[in-house]
């Protein structure tokens, strides 16, 4: 029953992405894409994505554009490339976060940023119109610190063997760079990256990979953010501050929060839902 349900959801993902289509200046129902004006706008920084209103969800714009953003249980969207131009166009891929694996499906957008702080616009499908939104945010109060020291503890959400890796970070390079290794509690993956600050912004390049025979992902190269919430409650939702690290190329999202006396909570949760948690939406585009 759970497997029919995430499958039907998956096909109206499908019907709402692959219709997505918007222009610049004409009819929503046109796909007609018109000239627009204005810009470049400065795009780089941390944005929330909404979709007909719905509560959105985190991601970051680079300075090449890259634009990748994720829910609270794991999914990742990846839209086409976003300059600050004043439209853009090419495909938007969702990495499915379900149990066991994944789901990935993709189709043709076009979408308009109108300033530093907007990018709209309206999705159609047999299903009906969506609306597109973004927004800036600001999920960590104060400018982004390297992470410093042995106490760190990381989970991935699209991970079904739950594995909890322990992290030491190095501060490295210019600005808030860092290093991170680590293996994960069972000694059977070990994990080693990079994370690159881009500027002062509260934007990571990041690039790691892991090697083992207990690895369900390969890699999470992509962009990383810090940020004051627990988005995926692997801390319980104590304060603190997070990083989380998202893959442009699969249903990825690490996050990393200081291990603390309540860590062994954290420990019994990840085992609990390896051993088998219930379903939950995703993206419902």
């Not at 597109?132 to 960590?140: N, Q, R, T």
């Not at 390297?146 to 390079?173: H, K, R």
């Not at 207990?214 to 890699?219: A, V």
């Not at 990825?252 to 085992?271: F, H, I, K, Q, W």
Request: hydrophobic share 35%; charged share 10%; with cysteine.
């Amino acid at each position: 029953m759970l497997r029919n349900v995430l499958l039907s959801l998956s096909l109206l993902l499908v019907l709402a992405i692959c219709a997505m289509t918007v222009n610049c200046g004409g009819s929503s129902n046109s796909n007609t894409t018109t000239a627009c004006t204005g810009g470049p706008y400065d795009v780089v920084g941390d944005w929330n994505l909404t979709f007909n209103g719905a509560s959105g969800s985190a991601g970051v714009i680079n300075t090449a554009g890259s634009a990748l953003f994720f829910d609270s249980f794991g999914d990742v969207v990846v839209l086409p490339t976003v300059t600050g131009s004043c439209s853009f166009t090419g495909t938007s891929t969702l990495y499915e976060s379900l149990p066991g694996g994944g789901e990935t499906v993709a189709g043709p957008t076009t979408g308009n940023v109108t300033s530093d702080t907007s990018i709209t616009g309206t999705a159609t499908s047999s299903s009906g119109t969506i609306t597109l939104s973004a927004a800036p945010i600001s999920p960590f109060s104060g400018a982004p610190t390297a992470l410093t020291g042995s106490q760190y503890l990381g989970v991935i959400e699209g991970d079904p063997d739950a594995n909890i890796f322990e992290l030491t970070f190095t501060p490295t390079g210019t600005g808030q760079g860092m290093t991170v290794s680590g293996t994960n509690v069972g000694d059977t993956c070990t994990v080693t990256g990079t994370l690159t600050q881009e500027g002062s912004n509260n934007v990571f390049d990041s690039v790691i990979a892991f090697s083992g025979s207990g690895c369900f992902f390969s890699s999470i190269n992509g962009l990383a953010l810090e940020s004051n919430s627990d988005y995926f409650t692997a801390d319980g939702g104590a304060a603190g501050t997070y990083l989380y690290a998202i893959s442009s190329s699969s249903p990825a999202v690490m996050e990393v929060y200081a291990e603390t006396a309540d860590a062994g909570l954290s420990v019994r949760r990840r085992n609990a839902m390896k051993a088998g948690s219930p379903g939950h939406a995703h993206f419902s585009f």
